[in-house]
């Protein structure tokens, strides 16, 4: 079940996942926690089962119904158990938005590819990482 877990952003629990889609050092999660906490248009939602945090996704909520997903990640030990695509479809489900779009590493590439995201090549952005812009274009309809 998506929550929301904004207010949980600075517990151990949600740092170490959070950890898991940020560069791993300590001052760059601590970073990323600070970003929830302090910006409005920044969201984190959790993916919990039987009160386990098993997945989180960090969205920017735009004006135009379009959402960034700034991080997206999952347990290392529950990968594999189609969690990340999970987490996707329930924000999708809950929030309809017209768009979501993310930036990622050669290593998630075909995950967004798999669930239906258009990818293309961003190029290097440092000596031999090549980052890749992944966009879903989502067709609602008015009984949605």
Request: proline share 3%.
């Amino acid at each position: 079940m998506l929550t929301e877990i904004k207010h949980r952003v600075q517990e151990t629990e949600v740092k170490e996942l959070l950890s898991c889609s940020v560069f791993p050092d300590p001052e760059a999660v601590d970073a990323a926690a600070a970003a929830y906490e302090a910006n409005r248009e920044l969201s984190l939602y959790g993916y919990v089962e039987e009160g386990e945090l098993i997945a989180l996704i960090g969205l920017e909520l735009h004006g135009d119904n379009g959402v960034t997903i700034r991080h997206l990640a999952v347990d290392p030990l529950r990968r594999g158990e189609g969690y990340g695509r999970g987490i996707l479809l329930e924000v999708l489900e809950q929030l309809h938005p017209v768009r979501m779009t993310a930036e990622t590493d050669e290593e998630g590439v075909n995950f967004y590819r798999n669930v239906g995201f258009i990818v293309e090549s961003l190029g290097e952005a440092y000596p031999g990482v090549e980052r890749f812009r992944c966009v879903y274009e989502a067709e609602w309809t008015e009984s949605d």
